[in-house]
């Protein structure tokens, strides 16, 4: 019996019914977990509320809580190639991408936030003689994290470093389509000596389980990562009970903007721009879908981006050559699908080489896309897709850039290709987005804040030391001195 196994045993729910976890990259049955009832919710709130009250954890000195996180990374490091397996089968995922990326960034986020968890101090206040203000940081207490599919470990270990590292108890709901890399990881924190009930993994169906999460009222607050809409029914369900706190991480339609010095940059541009676009096969929230391109290197860029993108290579998520998985599942697939005919039936221009021969039939498999022309107002331009689809347009200034960039509902992140320093602050200050980054495709790193502005997102970032803003809760301590 695998690590996985024993946890789905020790972890199962009173309710029958079961989710099944399926392999997009051939329609075939993997395992079944427990779905999570909304009365198992209340339980499991009921009783880390009863952990985190008795202080076995969040008593614990900062230091010791932060030597259990610790022994945690290095049990992820142990377990890479396992991690990394889960992932790539439940996601689709190629496994070099998990195994060179989300696991080591995952491993990189439980180190980081255990050794910063004793350097986030409170505050003094500039009072007078007669009295002395002092802000301190707490654990919330019950938390809750509600995850994606696209960075199943990745993005548990954004939200369990920093909770856990603060002292909450934290309740995990995976995604239904990914759930054993976070079974997995709770196995190993249990190993490196977490106390029973600090860390208690939920498996279930978002509608169920995260709806139960977002309403428990011991629940006092909450991070979301996913889409738009279902952001919008947290915060609604949030404000009709206990008004926990909520932090909402949602979509991205990103852009991509090359001025006329771009190409200078060669094959590095070329290959951030396929990293932007492809990666995780375009199911990322910070994908670069949208290529603005000033018009005096359009055609160039055009037929350079078109050239790489049909070299990736499509396949097997186990295979290690292969770049290009399946998309998650074939709702995916058909919405991806129909966004692209709809563009096509419209005018535009579709650039793509197809897929490869051999792809198992019932594979949720999509090929690299490209889009010239699209009609305004198009769901290629103005929806999140979530699949390796990029529309290309073009502009003639700034100011005409600036407007394309800032065309669209979501505001999470943005990149902007110059060498003419002034042009790429003016740029950056003038994209509406959380993150810019300037002569390359990234986030930052683990030192910097992670967050969307419009409807990307709200209530707090992941990442660097203000991720911990989500997971604590200041207080006032007034002093009067005599």
């Known amino acids: 019996m695998t690590a996985v196994d024993r946890l789905t045993a020790q972890t199962a729910v009173e309710s029958p019914a079961t989710l099944k976890v399926v392999n997009p990259a051939t329609g075939e049955l993997i395992t079944t977990v427990p779905a999570t009832s909304a009365e198992d919710v209340t339980k499991a709130a009921d009783r880390a509320e009863q952990v985190f009250a008795s202080g076995v954890w969040s008593g614990l000195p900062v230091r010791e809580r932060s030597a259990v996180l610790l022994r945690l990374a290095d049990l992820m490091e142990r377990d890479t190639r396992i991690l990394a397996r889960l992932d790539s089968e439940d996601a689709g995922k190629p496994i070099t991408e998990?195994?060179?990326?989300?696991?080591?960034?995952?491993?990189?986020?439980?180190?980081?936030?255990?050794?910063?968890?004793?350097?986030?101090?409170?505050?003094?206040?500039?009072?007078?003689?007669?009295?002395?203000?002092?802000?301190?940081?707490?654990?919330?207490?019950?938390?809750?994290?509600?995850?994606?599919?696209?960075?199943?470990?990745?993005?548990?270990?954004?939200?369990?470093?920093?909770?856990?590292?603060?002292?909450?108890?934290?309740?995990?709901?995976?995604?239904?389509?990914?759930?054993?890399?976070?079974?997995?990881?709770?196995?190993?924190?249990?190993?490196?000596?977490?106390p029973e009930g600090v860390l208690t993994?939920?498996?279930?169906?978002?509608?169920?389980?995260?709806?139960?999460?977002?309403?428990?009222?011991?629940?006092?607050?909450?991070?979301f990562t996913g889409s738009t809409d279902t952001g919008r029914r947290i915060l609604k369900d949030a404000a009709d009970t206990n008004f926990k706190r909520v932090s909402l991480e949602m979509g991205g339609k990103s852009p991509q903007l090359l001025m006329p010095d771009a190409l200078s940059y060669g094959d590095e541009l070329i290959d951030h721009m396929i990293e932007a676009a492809f990666l995780t096969m375009g199911q990322n929230c910070t994908a670069g879908s949208r290529v603005l391109v000033h018009h005096s290197i359009a055609d160039e860029v055009l037929d350079r981006f078109t050239t790489a993108a049909g070299r990736l290579?499509?396949?097997?998520?186990?295979?290690?050559?292969?770049?290009?998985?399946?998309?998650?599942?074939?709702?995916?697939?058909?919405?991806?699908?129909?966004?692209?005919?709809?563009?096509?039936?419209?005018?535009?221009?579709?650039?793509?080489?197809?897929?490869?021969?051999?792809?198992?039939?019932?594979?949720?498999?999509?090929?690299?896309?490209?889009?010239?022309?699209?009609?305004?107002?198009?769901?290629?331009?103005?929806?999140?897709?979530?699949?390796?689809?990029?529309?290309?347009?073009?502009?003639?200034?700034?100011?005409?850039?600036?407007?394309?960039?800032?065309?669209?509902?979501?505001?999470?992140?943005?990149?902007?290709?110059?060498?003419?320093?002034?042009?790429?602050?003016r740029l950056a200050r003038g994209i509406q987005a959380g993150v810019v980054s300037v002569n390359s495709y990234s986030e930052g790193d683990i030192t910097t804040p992670f967050g969307g502005w419009k409807q990307s997102g709200f209530g707090g970032a992941e990442k660097s030391t203000n991720a911990f803003d989500q997971w604590t809760r200041e207080k006032t301590i007034w002093i009067r001195t005599r």
């Open 98 to 194: 998990c195994l060179t990326g989300d696991v080591p960034s995952a491993v990189e986020s439980i180190r980081w936030f255990a050794e910063a968890a004793d350097k986030v101090f409170g505050r003094i206040a500039p009072g007078g003689a007669d009295g002395l203000g002092l802000m301190t940081r707490e654990p919330v207490g019950v938390v809750a994290a509600i995850l994606p599919w696209n960075y199943p470990l990745a993005m548990t270990a954004w939200k369990v470093g920093p909770a856990l590292a603060a002292g909450n108890s934290l309740l995990v709901k995976p995604a239904e389509a990914t759930p054993r890399s976070a079974l997995h990881l709770a196995e190993l924190a249990a190993e490196a000596g977490l």
């Open 313 to 425: 290579v499509i396949g097997d998520p186990a295979d290690p050559r292969t770049q290009l998985g399946p998309l998650i599942n074939r709702t995916a697939f058909d919405r991806v699908a129909a966004a692209v005919d709809a563009a096509r039936a419209d005018g535009a221009r579709i650039h793509t080489r197809g897929l490869p021969h051999g792809l198992p039939q019932r594979g949720a498999y999509y090929p690299p896309t490209v889009i010239t022309h699209a009609p305004e107002g198009s769901d290629v331009l103005t929806k999140e897709l979530f699949g390796p689809v990029v529309t290309v347009q073009t502009f003639t200034s700034e100011d005409e850039a600036l407007h394309l960039a800032n065309a669209t509902e979501y505001g999470l992140a943005a990149s902007v290709w110059t060498r003419e320093l002034d042009t790429a602050l």
């Open 201 to 223: 993994v939920l498996t279930g169906h978002g509608s169920i389980t995260g709806t139960a999460l977002a309403r428990n009222p011991v629940v006092g607050a909450l991070s």
